[in-house]
């Protein structure tokens, strides 16, 4: 330095004229390498937030140590303090060892037992921590630190290992062999020696806890595969702007059919501005159509049922009910629950929720998909913990309820008098309605902070800010949320899975490309698993529906459970027609048998139970635009309405089925478009949702 002026520092070389630099005054201070050689330690503000944890004769000890530690090191046992420096700590005219040696003697003579040594370790410590680094603590070296650092590494590097890929947990015996091995095949045997192993056990557990891999096998999957902290709260601001959606086993135990006892699975969407909640259950084994159904209510009003309390309207909730009516009729006998249209939806890894047919789905209407890492659960925290919320708040209180894993399980849960699959529903749906008018911790208005609200509230308050769009599903929106099946339209008609579907619609398209070259020209297919009596398929016009030729063979309708069955154990012995006609008649026979005309094996009664519980649910109910109308009778009851035919409508001559179906829906089904319905009628519910 060769000058300083209003602030400013001048650099040049030893020696020279030139100037090399010039800095701030402010700016050199701060620099981290900074100090002034040969000159006394920088001054340090004692750290009083940590000392006053500390007793009151341990605090005076270390400020007592910091002033004779200053002394040593500048003469003066204060900074800036006046009158003569004591002579054997006068820097001037002793040495830095005489001066401790000085005061190691003077600190003796007062019963501080001290050396020189010892003077020299204050200084250091003085000069690293201030003066919390010469408060006394106990410990000395920790067992990490008395441990070889390869041993270390070999040892974390195999708790990761075992974390990444899962392993089930072993003995610490097997971990203390696997280390040893390794250490041998990096450093040679008999190089580096792996601890005792009580002292390996030790270092084990420390060694978990602070890389945050103990716990259960699937506490530290999930910390293995979180992302690095600090984590972002996940923040949205509109209702719809993030859904996220997952499923799980209930943990209550139900009657399918027959007796037969199973677990159901409950299919859960969130969305986190409003903490609105909507949910179906199934049988274990969600199906794309089960998701298209999600959606589905989550963007049509829930009509009010019999026997729900007249509090549970949506007229008497504080959303703004009169304006929505004015907009959107169906709201006049809606229930107090959200409509909102999905913007994102958040989903894990599950083969139904990342399948092409999927995101064809979400595409169709606007949504984007956007899948979280493997085994990242916390990416998706709302709605994981909502199986929790669902849990403490209804399911414990129904008769059939497991917990969580064995140890909590009752030795005799199955005695209990448990509901059957369509009570169960019809309770998710009224306790569905009434989670949106309790008050959520996390649901907080910009201007009433303290105040918590409740999802109705909550997409009240939201409401006059983003508005809402009424949207009524159509038959053929439905029908784009069924899975796809690309498949080529011949002589015979369309086949899969050993069914051939077929009709007059096809003709002028058989043997022909559909156009669309990524799939070699073949022709897109909907279907639903939970009829497949019938198909869908996209010729140039529209959605025209093809039946399955041997429908009318079949006494009762049926779900993709009992064909998957019967294709199991019925053997193929001739052609495919030959077998497909085999099929059809196994099919009625085992039909006809599971309503009460036979006897069934017990894997059969599993069958018919599982088939029976997939139809529980009502799906949105349309008018057929695209479709002309069902051509067949079977299926699930109030999957579409029959519209009523023109008269100035002439059916095909190919199309006499259709004529039979001129006049009023099926009874027990809403006609409004885009609504759900659950019918009341006994006899034609179970008529209709027999298999």
Same mark, same amino acid.
């Given at each position: 330095?060769?000058?300083?002026?209003?602030?400013?520092?001048?650099?040049?070389?030893?020696?020279?004229?030139?100037?090399?630099?010039?800095?701030?005054?402010? %700016?050199?201070?701060?620099?981290?390498?900074?100090?002034?050689?040969?000159?006394?330690?920088?001054?340090?503000?004692?750290?009083?937030?940590?000392?006053?944890?500390?007793?009151?004769?341990?605090?005076?000890?270390?400020?007592?140590?910091?002033?004779?530690?200053?002394?040593?090191?500048?003469?003066?046992?204060?900074?800036?303090?006046?009158?003569?420096?004591?002579?054997?700590?006068?820097?001037?005219?002793?040495?830095?060892? &005489?001066?401790?040696?000085?005061?190691?003697?003077?600190?003796?003579?007062?019963?501080?037992?001290?050396?020189?040594?010892?003077?020299?370790?204050?200084?250091?410590?003085?000069?690293?921590?201030?003066?919390?680094?010469?408060?006394?603590?106990?410990?000395? %070296?920790?067992?990490?630190?008395?441990?070889?650092?390869?041993?270390?590494?070999?040892?974390?590097?195999? @708790?990761?290992?075992?974390?990444?890929? #899962?392993?089930?947990?072993?003995?610490?015996?097997?971990?203390?062999?696997?280390?040893?091995?390794? @250490?041998?095949?990096?450093?040679?045997?008999?190089?580096?020696?792996?601890?005792?192993?009580?002292?390996?056990?030790? @270092?084990?557990?420390? @060694?978990?806890?602070?890389?945050? $891999?103990?716990?259960?096998?699937?506490?530290?999957?999930?910390?293995?595969?979180?992302?690095?902290?600090?984590?972002?709260?996940?923040?949205?601001?509109?209702?719809?702007?993030?859904?996220?959606? +997952?499923?799980?086993?209930?943990?209550? !135990?139900?009657?399918?059919?027959?007796?037969?006892?199973?677990?159901?699975? !409950?299919?859960?969407?969130?969305?986190?501005?409003?903490?609105?909640?909507?949910?179906?259950?199934?049988?274990?084994?969600? /199906?794309?159509?089960?998701?298209?159904?999600?959606?589905? &209510?989550?963007?049509?009003?829930?009509?009010?049922?019999?026997?729900?309390?007249?509090?549970?309207?949506?007229?008497?909730?504080?959303?703004?009910?009169?304006?929505?009516?004015?907009?959107?009729?169906?709201?006049?006998?809606?229930?107090?629950?959200?409509?909102?249209?999905?913007?994102?939806?958040?989903?894990?890894?599950?083969?139904?929720?990342?399948?092409?047919?999927?995101?064809?789905?979400?595409? #169709?209407?606007?949504?984007? $998909?956007?899948?979280?890492?493997?085994?990242?659960?916390?990416?998706?925290?709302?709605?994981?913990?909502?199986?929790? #919320?669902?849990?403490? =708040?209804?399911?414990?209180?129904?008769?059939?309820?497991?917990?969580?894993?064995?140890?909590?399980?009752?030795?005799?849960?199955?005695?209990?008098?448990?509901?059957?699959?369509?009570?169960?529903?019809?309770?998710?749906?009224?306790?569905?309605?009434?989670?949106?008018?309790?008050?959520?911790?996390? !649901?907080?208005?910009?201007?009433?902070?303290? /105040?918590?609200?409740?999802?109705?509230?909550?997409?009240?308050?939201?409401?006059?800010?983003?508005?809402?769009?009424?949207?009524?599903?159509?038959?053929?929106?439905?029908?784009?949320?069924?899975?796809?099946?690309?498949?080529?339209?011949?002589?015979?008609?369309?086949?899969?899975?050993?069914?051939?579907?077929?009709?007059?619609?096809?003709?002028?398209?058989?043997?022909?490309?559909?156009?669309?070259?990524?799939?070699?020209?073949?022709?897109?297919?909907?279907?639903?698993?939970?009829?497949?009596?019938?198909?869908?398929?996209?010729?140039?016009?529209?959605?025209?529906?093809?039946?399955?030729?041997?429908?009318?063979?079949?006494?009762?309708?049926?779900?993709?459970?009992?064909?998957?069955?019967?294709?199991?154990?019925?053997?193929?012995?001739?052609?495919?027609?030959?077998?497909?006609?085999?099929?059809?008649?196994? =099919?009625?026979?085992?039909?006809?048998?599971?309503?009460?005309?036979?006897?069934?094996?017990?894997?059969?009664?599993?069958?018919?139970? /599982?088939?029976?519980?997939?139809?529980?649910?009502?799906?949105?109910?349309?008018?057929?635009?695209?479709?002309?109308?069902?051509?067949?009778?079977?299926?699930?009851?109030?999957?579409?309405?029959?519209?009523?035919?023109?008269?100035?409508?002439?059916?095909?001559?190919?199309?006499?089925?259709?004529?039979?179906? +001129?006049?009023?829906? &099926?009874?027990?089904? #809403?006609?409004?478009?885009?609504?759900?319905?659950?019918?009341?009628?006994?006899?034609?519910?179970?008529?209709?949702?027999?298999?």
């Amino acid at each position: 330095m060769s000058g300083l002026e209003a602030g400013r520092v001048w650099l040049t070389e030893q020696g020279g004229a030139d100037v090399m630099a010039v800095f701030g005054l402010s %700016a050199l201070l701060n620099s981290p390498g900074f100090e002034v050689v040969g000159g006394p330690p920088p001054l340090k503000a004692p750290q009083y937030g940590l000392l006053a944890t500390l007793p009151e004769e341990v605090r005076e000890r270390a400020f007592s140590m910091e002033r004779h530690v200053r002394e040593v090191e500048t003469g003066r046992p204060v900074p800036g303090g006046r009158g003569p420096v004591r002579p054997m700590y006068d820097p001037h005219s002793t040495t830095l060892e &005489q001066r401790e040696t000085a005061k190691a003697a003077e600190l003796t003579a007062l019963g501080w037992k001290v050396s020189r040594a010892t003077v020299r370790r204050w200084r250091v410590r003085y000069g690293e921590g201030g003066v919390w680094g010469l408060v006394r603590r106990r410990g000395g %070296a920790t067992l990490s630190s008395r441990t070889d650092e390869r041993v270390l590494e070999v040892m974390e590097g195999l @708790l990761r290992q075992e974390a990444l890929r #899962s392993r089930s947990r072993g003995w610490m015996k097997r971990m203390h062999r696997q280390t040893q091995w390794r @250490l041998d095949a990096a450093h040679g045997a008999g190089v580096v020696e792996a601890p005792a192993q009580s002292t390996f056990n030790k @270092l084990l557990r420390r @060694l978990e806890k602070e890389l945050g $891999l103990d716990g259960t096998v699937a506490q530290r999957r999930s910390r293995s595969s979180r992302p690095a902290p600090p984590f972002a709260r996940t923040v949205a601001l509109r209702p719809g702007e993030l859904v996220m959606m +997952d499923s799980s086993p209930l943990d209550v !135990l139900v009657v399918l059919d027959d007796g037969v006892v199973g677990r159901p699975e !409950l299919t859960t969407a969130l969305d986190v501005a409003i903490g609105g909640l909507w949910g179906i259950l199934r049988p274990p084994g969600s /199906k794309l159509t089960d998701i298209a159904v999600l959606l589905a &209510q989550m963007m049509t009003p829930k009509v009010m049922q019999p026997g729900w309390d007249e509090a549970l309207r949506m007229s008497a909730s504080v959303i703004p009910h009169e304006r929505l009516v004015s907009l959107d009729d169906r709201f006049e006998e809606a229930a107090a629950r959200p409509v909102i249209v999905p913007e994102t939806i958040v989903v894990d890894q599950g083969k139904v929720f990342v399948s092409p047919a999927t995101r064809a789905a979400c595409e #169709s209407l606007g949504i984007s $998909l956007q899948p979280v890492p493997p085994a990242n659960g916390p990416a998706k925290g709302h709605v994981e913990r909502t199986f929790g #919320s669902l849990n403490s =708040l209804y399911w414990q209180w129904v008769p059939g309820y497991i917990g969580s894993n064995l140890s909590e399980r009752g030795s005799k849960v199955g005695e209990e008098p448990l509901l059957h699959m369509r009570e169960l529903q019809e309770l998710l749906d009224e306790q569905l309605v009434l989670w949106h008018h309790r008050r959520h911790e996390g !649901l907080r208005h910009p201007l009433m902070p303290k /105040k918590a609200l409740t999802p109705c509230e909550m997409w009240a308050a939201l409401l006059p800010v983003v508005g809402y769009v009424p949207v009524p599903l159509k038959a053929e929106d439905y029908v784009e949320l069924l899975p796809v099946r690309w498949q080529a339209i011949t002589d015979n008609g369309i086949r899969f899975d050993y069914r051939t579907y077929d009709h007059a619609c096809l003709n002028g398209f058989r043997g022909e490309s559909s156009g669309v070259t990524g799939q070699q020209g073949r022709w897109e297919v909907h279907y639903n698993p939970y009829d497949v009596t019938r198909i869908w398929v996209r010729l140039p016009e529209g959605f025209r529906e093809v039946p399955w030729i041997h429908a009318t063979q079949v006494s009762q309708p049926f779900t993709h459970h009992v064909w998957e069955h019967l294709c199991k154990v019925v053997e193929r012995t001739g052609a495919r027609d030959e077998h497909e006609a085999q099929l059809a008649l196994a =099919l009625d026979d085992f039909l006809k048998r599971a309503s009460g005309h036979g006897r069934l094996t017990r894997r059969e009664q599993r069958v018919v139970a /599982k088939s029976r519980a997939s139809q529980t649910l009502a799906v949105p109910a349309a008018e057929l635009d695209v479709l002309s109308a069902p051509t067949l009778s079977f299926g699930l009851a109030g999957v579409y309405d029959a519209p009523d035919i023109d008269d100035e409508t002439v059916p095909d001559e190919d199309d006499d089925v259709l004529a039979d179906l +001129d006049g009023p829906a &099926q009874a027990g089904v #809403s006609a409004v478009p885009g609504s759900f319905s659950v019918r009341t009628d006994t006899n034609a519910q179970e008529d209709q949702w027999l298999l």
